[in-house]
């Protein structure tokens, strides 16, 4: 079941949750809506389900035009954040409650009935829990019993709001790589809003990144993460450090200093000293000291004061503060990782400075 998303647009009174949003989804393809809170996407999911109604536009399943289509009709599976279990009923009548509500004409049997409940918890690696109830059950595997529960009804579609969002990191993960496998097993078109960037890259086909009600960049998790469209998708893809300058012929200038650490930026030759944004990754600033007699911005780097260093497992992160004078950015603090090795090898000291240089920029002219 292919989805196509065509100009929907959503208000709540002033404010504009989606902004003429235009998407299309293949066929068994798992696609996640990353995006902060309020920036639309569970609302955008809320309407492809047919849970709410967009003010503008319309919702295509394989060329059919379900913008008026009831809920019920859209044969939709829907997994919530927080289960939405029935506490009276045990695993297995859960399970069974969308086969059992069916029409009559349409109803299985009771024999199909428990045959096929037995076989989705048996996907779901819980056929043992079938007799207890959701209180007796973990939030993990109160999730599972939730997901086998939209899929009993074989649904076309399935959603997923914040699936993973209410459990803890270690089960997160869990379940993170065993949605994968799942989907690709079963090869069902699927949508899940999430707010975590690293859950989004991890699990699904295609990321697509929203902000303020609108689509910023569609593609690959390796192709949102390389070629960032635009200033918004860079900051919230994983951590970053933003510098402000002045972008001329091919060169941007960090800082206000006319002696300011230079870095080339080819793509914007044509700029005329515009006001421009250097985003760096903690991963791409080296580390070096900073030798006495050193000015405090030299060609290729910046002097910060090295404040807090926190080494867990392979990689040491840095806190730092640029001296006066240096290359400011966003916030007072630039973040860079290196290596625990590196770090002991160094015997960095917090209170000392380094140097910073960046080893790859990605430029915004504004």
């Known amino acids: 079941m292919s989805i196509a998303i065509r100009e929907v647009s959503k208000d709540f009174g002033t404010f504009k949750a989606l902004r003429d949003v235009n998407l299309d989804i293949d066929s068994g393809e798992l696609v996640a809506l990353l995006g902060p809170s309020g920036c639309g996407k569970t609302t955008l999911l809320r ?45 297995f009548d859960n399970v069974a409650f969308g086969l059992r509500m069916k029409p009559r004409a349409a109803r299985p049997t009771e024999a199909v009935i428990k045959e096929k409940v037995h076989a989705l918890l048996n996907l779901v690696q819980l056929d043992w829990l079938a ?26 579609v399935l959603l997923l709001d914040e699936p993973f969002g209410a459990l803890d990191a270690k089960v997160r993960k869990e379940l993170r790589r065993w949605l994968r496998r799942l989907h690709d097993d079963l090869h069902v078109t699927s949508i899940f809003v999430t707010h975590d960037q690293e859950e989004a890259l991890e699990v699904a086909d295609r990321v697509v990144l929203m902000n303020s009600g609108k689509v910023e960049q569609v593609g690959t998790p390796q ?144």
């Open 131 to 156: 007799d207890r109830y959701p209180a007796q059950l973990s939030g993990g595997q109160r999730q599972r019993i939730a997901l086998a529960r939209a899929l009993a009804v074989e649904p076309k």
């Open 223 to 366: 192709d949102v993460w390389d070629h960032p469209a635009s200033p918004f998708v860079y900051g919230f893809l994983g951590d970053v450090n933003l510098f402000h300058g002045r972008a001329h012929e091919g060169e941007i200038q960090l800082g206000d200093s006319a002696g300011g650490m230079r870095l080339a930026s080819p793509e914007h030759s044509a700029a005329q000293d515009a006001k421009a944004f250097a985003y760096v990754r903690p991963h791409d600033l080296e580390v070096r000291r900073y030798q006495a007699g050193d000015p405090v911005q030299t060609q290729s780097g910046i002097a910060a004061k090295l404040l807090r260093a926190i080494v867990v497992g392979p990689t040491a992160r840095l806190e730092l503060a640029p001296l006066e004078g240096a290359a400011s950015g966003s916030a007072d603090i630039v973040e860079a990782h290196i290596s625990a090795q590196q770090f002991r090898e160094m015997d960095l000291k917090e209170g000392e400075t380094l140097v910073l240089t960046p080893r790859k920029a990605r430029v915004f002219v504004a």
């Open 47 to 91: 309407i492809i389900a047919g849970l709410e109604t967009a003010d503008r536009g319309h919702i295509l399943f394989s060329g059919e035009d379900t913008t008026d289509v009831n809920v019920r009709e859209r044969n939709v599976g829907f997994v919530f954040q927080h289960y939405a279990l029935f506490r009276h009923m045990t695993v």
